[in-house]
């Protein structure tokens, strides 16, 4: 999934968190099954399929996203915080109560009657460098839905990111190569209540870069392993799959 950054003030934008380079009007992010795993007889899809297409104005924000679904979301500033809402919706909805934290909410996080304004709001804290350290996202009543923290090598990449809901905590590693394109991504998930905590590493490669130096298709092999769950007897498992991911870009 693509990270969201902040519209509106002199820190990164959406187009930084994206890690997009130039003046990008829009870009069209799409993937396909190479090698898959098969389910019951049944074989993976190996169609290319489009993921979301993302409209970014000139300063970098990004205004739109559309979904393969149908939904579209449109982003603006809202009483000075980062929002969106819905211009179409998916049915069923793309974003549920059941991500909604369930921990008693801090001073700061006050419900309120529901904003007919928006249906995800975002507040950001910076490092010293501008950079987002810290990305919170409320629901219209107030309550916490997911937070983000960020870490970042020498070359200001992001190098580690914890990803919280009420559901699970993420944590993921990044490296990258000489020229700043991602190669792994170690990941480790642990759920919170009744489920399989389980861990994955990404390997990237096999990249194609258009003129303004953004990659434009990639190889993606995924090794992922779970712990099952024993006492339901639920055994664990372990497979690998690969993808292409691709990304087409117009420009202002």
Known sequence: MSLIGVQGQAKMSDKDMNGVKGPVRSMREEYQTVRGIESKGEKPDYSRKTFQEVDFDESGGITTIRYPDESELAFDIVDGFKAFHYVKKAKPPRFTVMRVQSEPLKKEEKLTPPDPRYEIRYVYEYDKNGRVKTEKEYDNTGKPFRTRSFEYDDNG?????????????????YKYDRNGLLVEDLEERNIKGPGTDSTGRKVYSDYKIDDHGNWVERKVTYYYED??????NIKASKWDI???????????
């Open 157 to 173: 990449n992001v190098s580690q990111m914890r990803e919280e809901t009420s559901v699970a905590i993420e944590k993921h590693k």
């Open 242 to 252: 690969e993808t292409l991911e691709f990304r087409s870009f117009v420009y202002y």
């Open 227 to 232: 712990r099952g769950l024993p006492e339901y």
